[in-house]
């Protein structure tokens, strides 16, 4: 019997044609989409390329400012220029000033400095009245501006002498000398706009990419006779914070770019056109096509008594596709349940999260929205911070397998042991060793107490069930929920002692609180001592360490700040060394400084801390001894200078005395003290009178007279002149600060002014 296969052709051919338009129209979006992500992709780059330029310049500008500001301090040198009588020595010292500044930044194209009390100018090279400054009409201008310290618009600057003059395109600074009201003087940046224009040119590439910038007012840097006009859709337009001025990045060829955006969407808008078309086409040739088994369905009814009585067969199969059915429901529902369940979990971090930063305080709605769905009611709240002990160790110890199972466990013991006390907690790891615990109670007398209770039956836990320890801090409580961030932020101050108080145990905010963490000034006289002793090959370095870490102790500095304060003994330890002890700088730079470093990052405890210092640093000490043992006339060199250290108050003391005395040259004994020592024998002998002169300052009530007699100097004034010049202070200003010291007690490793005041004056004596 041959079968006559017509029907299935037809249908074949009737649904060919929409299928051919709807793959047509798929591979139309395909491109249309394509390009439409390398267009957002381009715009993307442009914003990102913008950023970073602006902030590239603005930073390069801020540091122009900042360099400038300090120069026209009060009690500075260009002050002392601007307010002394006229000096060529001076005039040629504030010359070389601003040419350094000049020579620092590459975009300055000069720099001057207007003397209000004589109404002359000074530049890097000249001096002369300023009627005969050709950028004579700027600076009278800008005296007049009541602000200053703000970068202009692009100008012309005229440049050159009495032999002609150039034009050149500048943006200018201006900073009155005082800052509050100029009497003194001007002083004036420029920074030359084709050196801007080079500066943005570095960081962007020409073959696809243009910049421009315009200031305030829409006038261009680069381009004068060009204003600012409306961006296209490809170009990026960042204003500065800082300057105020307009940078375009734009992409070249965006016209084009522009017009595929738009003709994309064309795309679009015609392929779902042809889509509507298709699905039409398809419910027409569907119909048509259904006609004849319609026809068969309404014959199969006029005989669905015999169907129904049929072969039992077609039944069972029927009820084993119905079984079938069910099944994947059931299998599908419960993996829905699985996913609601994980994005429950992560949810709940995600709103821990925001509650320890307090981001839903503006937000009440939605804060209301989310405690009703955790169940958090109104009451009181404590949260306390979980941190595990010597994390490095653990992380090196176990696989990430094993440090999610112990984390797990550790978060299941503290939630098993709250709910065994009728406590409502809320635990959840928020970062990769710290465990946060929200302890919520309606009540708020026995918060605290609760809170330390179950935080020592976790610890104690842990200490006894597991090979390694936890210490928690404890932060105040709250009775808002808007204050948890602030029970947070006490609580990882507690636990970020444990580095002075010692690690497991518990450690609550108020036994922290209002403790004083010692003067800077002091951990740095005491760090510069062992950095001294070491350089000098003296073996008390070993208990000025010990002092150092004692105080530490004492004061239970935080993580942070004793971080600090070694990598601040590293940093000297490193200054030093390269600068007098070159021969050590090798194995210092390879193996004792990262083993240093290593120990910072890895110790929890001070105790843990100084054990690795005084390792490392014996072995650096017996390297400097054997290299000044292994130096030419290190006995010769150890007499003179424990000679010079007991007679450094004679003023008669000199290098010709001590050449008489040991039977040397002075000019091959002062080549030798360079080389043993690293300082010649005036830096060196000056050192020691002014530590004594400071011993004076600090200890007794001696007049700076009586101070400058005992020194040897006959004339206080080059007494004071010389401890301003080394100390960055006179003596009484040093004394002075001594005195507000005292007066205002641990001013703490947040006072930065103190931080930054004494670095200056180790950088100031280290300048001699």
Same mark, same amino acid.
């Given at each position: ?286 119909? +048509? ?124 013991? @503290? ?75 006490? @609580? ?16 609550? @905010? ?21 950095? +001294? ?104 060199? +150890? ?130």
């Amino acid at each position: 019997m041959k079968v006559n296969n017509s029907y299935i052709m037809r249908m074949l051919l009737s649904y060919l044609p929409i299928l051919f338009i709807t793959i047509s129209v798929l591979i139309f979006i395909s491109f249309s989409i394509m390009n439409q992500l390398n267009v957002r992709n381009a715009i993307q780059a442009n914003n990102l390329t913008a950023k970073y330029v602006t902030n590239m310049v603005d930073s390069s500008l801020k540091n122009i400012s900042i360099d400038a500001q300090k120069l026209v301090e009060t009690g500075g040198t260009l002050q002392k220029f601007l307010d002394a009588p006229s000096d060529k020595g001076l005039e040629f010292d504030i010359s070389n000033l601003l040419n350094s500044l000049v020579i620092r930044y590459g975009l300055i194209d000069s720099v001057y400095l207007y003397r209000a009390k004589d109404g002359k100018v000074l530049d890097q090279s000249t001096i002369r009245p300023l009627s005969q400054f050709p950028d004579e009409n700027f600076v009278r201008n800008a005296l007049d501006q009541p602000y200053t310290g703000i970068w202009s618009s692009p100008r012309q600057r005229i440049s050159g002498g009495f032999s002609g003059s150039t034009m050149v395109q500048v943006s200018s600074l201006g900073l009155k000398i005082p800052r509050d009201s100029g009497s003194l003087g001007y002083l004036i940046i420029n920074v030359k706009n084709d050196a801007l224009e080079s500066y943005i040119d570095q960081m962007i590439d020409h073959t696809i990419t243009t910049a421009e910038l315009y200031d305030s007012q829409g006038k261009s840097f680069f381009n004068a006779d060009q204003s600012v006009s409306s961006s296209n859709r490809l170009s990026a337009d960042v204003v500065s914070n800082y300057t105020g001025w307009t940078y375009r990045i734009s992409i070249k060829g965006g016209q084009l770019l522009d017009f595929l955006f738009h003709g994309s969407t064309l795309w679009i808008l015609l392929g779902l056109s042809a889509i509507v078309v298709a699905i039409g086409s398809t419910f027409y040739v569907t119909r +048509r096509n259904y006609k004849p088994i319609e026809s068969i369905l309404h014959r199969i009814e006029r005989f669905s008594s015999i169907v129904k009585t049929g072969d039992s067969k077609v039944k069972a199969n029927e009820f084993a596709f119905i079984d079938q059915a069910i099944e994947r429901l059931i299998t599908n529902n419960m993996s829905f349940q699985e996913q609601q369940q994980e994005h429950l979990v992560i949810r709940r971090q995600q709103f821990l999260q925001m509650l320890l930063k307090g981001e839903f305080s503006d937000d009440r709605g939605s804060w209301e929205q989310e405690r009703q769905h955790f169940g958090l009611s109104a009451g009181h709240f404590i949260v306390g911070v979980l941190e595990l002990d010597s994390y490095v160790q653990f992380g090196l110890k176990y696989n990430p397998n094993d440090q999610s199972l112990f984390k797990f466990i550790i978060s299941s013991v @503290a939630v098993e042991t709250a709910e065994q006390h009728g406590l409502r907690i809320v635990a959840e790891w928020i970062a990769k060793n710290q465990l946060v615990v929200l302890l919520i109670s309606s009540e708020s007398s026995m918060l605290e107490h609760q809170m330390l209770q179950l935080s020592e039956q976790v610890r104690a836990w842990v200490e006894g069930h597991l090979d390694f320890t936890v210490t928690i801090g404890i932060g105040a409580p709250v009775d808002e929920d808007c204050s948890i961030a602030r029970s947070f932020e006490e @609580a990882e101050a507690a636990v970020s002692r444990k580095v002075s108080l010692g690690s497991n145990q518990i450690i609550d @905010a108020v036994e922290v609180r209002g403790r004083q963490d010692g003067e800077w000034f002091d951990y740095l006289e005491i760090i510069r001592t062992i950095v +001294r002793q070491l350089r000098m090959s003296e073996q008390d370095w070993q208990g000025e360490l010990k002092g150092l870490f004692n105080e530490m102790a004492v004061h239970h500095l935080r993580k942070e700040d004793v971080d600090r304060l070694l990598h601040y003994l590293i940093f000297h330890l490193d200054y030093e060394l390269d600068g007098s002890l070159s021969e050590v700088v090798k194995p210092w730079q390879e193996e004792i400084k990262p083993t240093l470093a290593a120990a910072i990052e890895r110790s929890d405890t001070l105790k843990q801390l100084e054990l690795d210092f005084q390792t490392a640093l014996a072995l650096l000490s017996a390297q400097i001894v054997e290299l000044s043992q292994s130096r030419r006339h290190n006995t010769l060199m +150890r007499e003179i200078r424990d000679y010079v250290a007991e007679h450094y108050m004679d003023p008669n003391l000199s290098l010709t005395l001590l050449s008489d005395r040991f039977q040397i040259s002075s000019k091959y004994l002062s080549q030798l003290f360079k080389e043993s020592i690293g300082e010649n024998f005036s830096d060196f002998l000056i050192g020691l009178r002014i530590d004594h002169a400071k011993r004076l300052l600090r200890e007794t009530d001696a007049a700076v007279q009586d101070i400058s007699d005992q020194m040897g100097y006959s004339n206080p004034t080059s007494f004071i002149r010389v401890f301003k010049k080394i100390v960055g202070l006179s003596p009484g200003q040093y004394r002075e600060s001594l005195t507000k010291i005292a007066a205002r007690g641990s001013g703490g490793l947040d006072d930065q002014d103190g931080f930054e005041k004494s670095e200056e004056q180790e950088d100031s004596r280290s300048a001699r």
